[in-house]
């Protein structure tokens, strides 16, 4: 028997209907690709979706076409978000630090009809087009007077939305199951493969992000995703921050620590979302000022996990460091890190550590630890499983593949290895293929990663297990040292044998100039091994 | 082309589930109908209701069965909420403040099998039970040494849950479209009419009521839902809080403002929420006491509108006074009243005038203004139209009958008269059928009433037309004067002299000792229309 209520869908549009409707007057603020800040209300953002709308049905786009964005967090970025997933089609986001190979692949397997790209990416796609199968229109996302040379055929944004009424009528028609968003995600292996967020997932994790809990957005609140929206939707904070009304500053393509510190300051900035590298530059910047931005209070920190020396620097200058964790095909987010009330008493030590774990699932994520048999293990704190996620923006296949994320009882597995305790507190371990099995023992790399990057002169530290001929594999760690007082291999090992267990130490330490980052800023640590296989082939 | 994220459903029992995994020390407080306070964590919540499901199945009830339940706002009741919407059948609560006949005939029409009471309803139901044609069994929700006598055949409570296991298994096959919950909703004429909420429904209203521009809710929040769990799922507090990890606090009985202020200061609740009646009562303690409950920082008013005195009153005292707008056809929350910052610049006397109204449409719920052929009217300020609703929460039938509550275009009418400005401010002008039609003019009932209640003297006040031989209608006004420096006719009327234009004053001012009110408060005006149907009949 039903409940007898409407059967209202949840979808995107509605998301830009309802703030326009409400929050009319709000800003959107964003320095543009050109340079020079923009400012937008949200009545004026509305309308210019619908334009963009028109102009892409005018284009040919049909229902459920994909429309390619490269592009970085600026306004007429945001306008295409709204517009492709309100008409109908699927907003496809690309980073474009995948190298050309995955970028033509990914625009092939997507099928995208038109790309909206920044005047930046114009040489990017003068190299990749000619492999395009599918892309009929490429549009540049510039003013009308600023519209690039290009060495392809290609329209100016402006241009192409000018002559279009405002009045476009979003589809009402659609299913919230329908697609609204693709991100492909980069494994170590084979081809990226394609996330398909629908409209429900889009507007659920959208209400989720903005609960209090997470990232607590509402008029009042100004806040900068950091996080590019050319990653998984930038963490879904375009739509949490219309739902909620709050004020969007957008960084374009500056994100250095003194471009970032600047921006924030001039638009006081309470809230700003990214991944720990960008935290670290803004630490410099604001170490150097001997000051924090005016009215920064809160980070929302994810994309890998922050070392706990980042945010004990964050909390000592005031600002609430708030790690959240979540992956491509959670939409992304999974948990977030708080501390809750009933553990305001705990020692400062205890609190940190807890806030370096991943924290306790969101509402509507439901997170279990598995063993290889797919059974639930106990949230004892102590068992070791299989991460798993299920909820209703959890990914339960790929895109145009056969390849299944998902366990053989229907839950995704993260590929995280890790614990939960019975506060529901999640611990990653370790991703499961970079544990490091030494003898019968294994050895997290992130604990002596973390360890590492509490020892000065060390700006990042990464832990590999290489083949070993006794111990079958043994940790060791790569340093890319400080510009600063640089650390060096005597000094790593002396800081590390005070903090971990004699077995838990690393064989060698080697010092790099710069470790290998892959498109999302993660180190690829595939690469180190591939690099560092035979290291320790003659130990003994 | 679908999404490919899981089709997970949105369902009570997730509400319950992810608040035991993540908040399980998170503490409900409720006093019970027996008197003494209680305290139970959220994990031992869980295992109690999971342990009345078990009980409940045992005793036959099969999904989509209706369970009723007529009791105060207290522990038991909350177990109730989630063991019986959890297990798949429908909670169906009932205000005890409905006539016996009305009572009599909601249990028939929903054929409620069995019945969960507080020991207050005992002789309720005793005299009840003979015209009950449905119900097979009545429980007691009293603790084992506690069990009043009943002269009817009953279950304990507690004795009936003791020996059930705590490991019911939630039905993980329910459709989110699933029947919930029922609450009736009493019209002036006809039978009472059920409002049917479904799992999507009470999800999704449940995690809007959680965010920042609503309750704003998290871990740090004590909420104290005075509004009754009989009345529309409490304003879907119950809800909002384990989806938040609130700490609840329960008032059971005791609604005076002394009681209320004893709890609120003991238990440091932040927000509380109910009807206007019940803040003027808690603002009489307050003012008696000299200060507010320590801690008491929000307040969510709605259920009728509040007099802009008793908004200001609270304000004064420090004290944020939110006024949210909905009905039992829509879960209830439609609209709430908040100063945008891009106002905070306005006058005192401006954001009064704001907080007054019924505020804006939250996120999920599309309020629009529309003619007599069902048109949309304009968002000027000026336009009114019948207010009519859409929206995941908003019904779309009653319960077992044909009417339907849509216009010819799928809106919800609400049966109020209204505008909406450009900032999506809503302000309701009287329902359509208070408004007095005087002469070619229409005047409000509300706004003569809003500045009769600023009047000194006047506790409660309430306008109606009458007919007259002229003007077709004129407005008399019925007051109820306050304990101390009772108002009499002279003064309201040279009250009002000077602040409503000349047309708009009553004719006539009658003092009475009470205002006939209904199940929910609210002032029964076809009462006072029926008694007064002649008071003007000899004017000229």
């Not at 590019?228 to 904070?237: D, S």
């Not at 250095?256 to 300051?265: C, K, R, T």
């Not at 023992?441 to 990042?460: H, K, P, T």
Request: glycine content about 8%; charged content about 20%; proline content about 7%.
């Amino acid at each position: 028997m039903h409940g007898l209520m409407m059967h209202d869908q949840l979808l995107v549009s509605d998301i830009l209907e309802h703030a326009a409707a409400v929050f009319p007057r709000q800003e959107v603020v964003s320095r543009s690709t050109e340079g020079p800040m923009t400012r937008l209300s949200i009545a004026a953002l509305r309308d210019r979706s619908a334009q963009l709308a028109a102009a892409l049905a005018r284009l040919g786009v049909r229902r459920h076409d994909r429309v390619g964005t490269i592009a970085w967090n600026n306004q007429r970025h945001l306008e295409a978000y709204y517009a492709i997933s309100g008409m109908g089609t699927v907003c496809h986001v690309m980073n474009p630090r995948y190298s050309p190979e995955q970028l033509v692949y990914i625009m092939n397997h997507a099928e995208d009809r038109v790309l909206l790209i920044d005047a930046t990416f114009v040489p990017l796609i003068a190299a990749l087009k000619p492999h395009l199968k599918s892309v009929e229109h490429v549009v540049v996302m510039a003013p009308s007077d600023a519209q690039p040379e290009t060495p392809f055929e290609a329209l100016n944004y402006d241009d192409l939305i000018a002559a279009e009424p405002a009045d476009f009528a979003w589809p009402s028609d659609l299913d919230e199951r329908d697609a609204a968003g693709l991100c492909y995600t980069s494994g170590t292996t084979g081809n990226p493969k394609g996330v398909l967020y629908s409209h429900r997932s889009t507007v659920l994790h959208g209400m989720m992000a903005a609960l209090p809990s997470v990232c607590g957005v509402d008029e009042s609140t100004v806040i900068l995703p950091v996080v590019p929206m050319f990653h998984v939707m930038a963490w879904g904070i375009p739509y949490a921050a219309l739902i909620a009304g709050a004020k969007l500053v957008m960084p374009g393509p500056r994100l250095d620590g003194a471009s970032l510190f600047e921006l924030m300051d001039a638009e006081k900035v309470d809230m700003a979302a990214g991944v720990p590298t960008i935290w670290l530059g803004l630490l410099g910047e604001m170490h150097k000022r001997g000051r924090t931005p005016e009215g920064f209070a809160r980070t929302l920190v994810g994309g890998s996990a922050p070392a706990p020396s980042l945010i004990k620097a964050y909390e000592d200058m005031g600002i609430a460091f708030q790690q959240g964790w979540g992956m491509t095909e959670m939409s992304p987010v999974g948990s977030i890190s708080k501390i809750p009330p009933q553990m305001a008493g705990e020692s400062d030590a205890r609190k940190l550590e807890l806030k370096a774990k991943q924290g306790r699932q969101v509402f509507g994520v439901k997170l279990e630890i598995l063993d290889d048999d797919d059974r639930l293990l106990p949230h004892d704190g102590e068992a070791r499983g299989r991460l798993c996620a299920k909820g209703p923006w959890i990914a339960s296949a790929y895109f145009g593949t056969d390849k299944s994320p998902l366990t053989s009882n229907g839950w995704l597995d993260t590929g995280d290895v890790a614990t939960i305790d019975a506060d529901g507190f999640v611990t990653i371990v370790d991703r499961a293929k970079d544990l490091v099995k030494s003898g019968g023992e294994w050895i997290s790399s992130i604990d002596v990663e973390n360890e590492a990057m509490a020892c000065a002169g060390v700006a990042m530290a990464a832990v590999i297990g290489v083949p070993h001929p006794k111990w079958d594999e043994r940790p060791i760690i790569i340093i890319q040292p400080a510009a600063e007082d640089p650390a060096d291999k005597d000094r790593v090992m002396a800081h590390l044998a005070g903090k971990l267990p004699k077995w838990m130490l690393p064989d060698d330490v080697i010092v790099t100039e710069a470790l290998p980052l892959g498109a999302t800023g993660k180190v690829q640590k595939n690469v180190l091994r591939d690099a560092h296989r035979d290291h320790l082939s003659g130990a003994a």
